[in-house]
């Protein structure tokens, strides 16, 4: 697996959900991903940069371009300092919301990306890497 | 631009969102909005989201609670002009929009709205 662009963007204000929002478009159109693709992926950038700058007290995301065998794909890794998540699988399941939101952040993006990985330390942080690959 | 104008037509208000919304600025527009519907006394609101390119479950609860606030007050809310791509990706998320009435465009939005004006007068018996 190879990276051949990589770019990291600040979170902590939720201006910057937007400025994710077209950043992750712009790449996504780049790399010719379709309308759907395009849309299901900034849809998840949204829903997870809000979760850190909400839950996670604000952190950074990066965006990366990997070509595997032949296939392209975008990644997309979350992170920030905040308290954790203490319980990942209930954190996982659809509804459940310490904020005020649909508590359809975490699983609702899940099923909107290709590949979905979780990890989270109880006052250490939260990392959630995502990763959609472009339909050939 | 931080506000999101809201026009009056005849009995209802017309919002076309045309800008990637950030949360402050959905925040605004759900208080306008209620404000609005008391000050001008209208019936219905139409919010016409084609421009937009992404809703997520932000956007998603902030369309519910203006259509429930509205109905508190009297007044129908619609949601016109939804993409076929939102449509797809918002139903995998797992919003469903519940209690938010759509239709394809502004024209059918606008019979949707009078229909359903319609029926609630009658239903009032006025």
């Known amino acids: 697996m190879k990276i051949s662009h990589n770019e990291t963007i600040h979170l902590g204000a939720s201006e910057d959900i937007s400025y994710i929002r077209q950043k992750v478009r712009k790449w996504m159109v780049e790399l010719r991903f379709s309308l759907v693709e395009q849309t299901k992926i900034v849809t998840a950038a949204s829903e997870l940069a809000r979760n850190t700058i909400e839950h996670g007290g604000g952190g950074r995301a990066q965006l990366i371009v990997l070509t595997d065998n032949g296939r392209t794909g975008l990644q997309l890794i979350f992170e920030d300092n905040g308290p954790g998540i203490p319980d990942l699988e209930l954190a996982l399941e659809d509804g459940y919301s310490t904020g005020s939101g649909l508590g359809l952040g975490l699983s609702g993006s899940k099923r909107l990306v290709d590949e979905f990985d979780l990890k989270s330390k109880p006052d250490k942080g939260t990392c959630i890497t995502i990763t959609k690959w472009r339909l050939n | ?126």
């Open chain 2, 1 to 126: 631009m931080d506000k999101i104008p809201i026009l009056k037509l005849k009995d209802l208000l017309l919002v076309t969102i045309q800008v990637d919304m950030h949360d402050r600025m959905a925040h605004t527009l759900q208080e306008d909005l209620t404000e609005r519907v008391v000050q001008d006394g209208v019936k219905g609101v139409l919010i016409d989201i084609s421009s937009l390119e992404v809703v997520d479950s932000f956007i998603g609860r902030m369309l519910g609670n203006i259509a429930s606030a509205t109905r508190t007050l009297g007044a129908e809310t619609i949601v016109v002009g939804i993409r076929p791509s939102v449509a797809i990706t918002i139903v995998e998320l797992g919003v469903t929009l519940e209690g938010v009435h759509t239709a394809l465009n502004v024209d059918k939005g606008m019979a949707l709205l009078q229909s359903l004006i319609k029926t609630s007068s009658q239903e009032k018996g006025t």
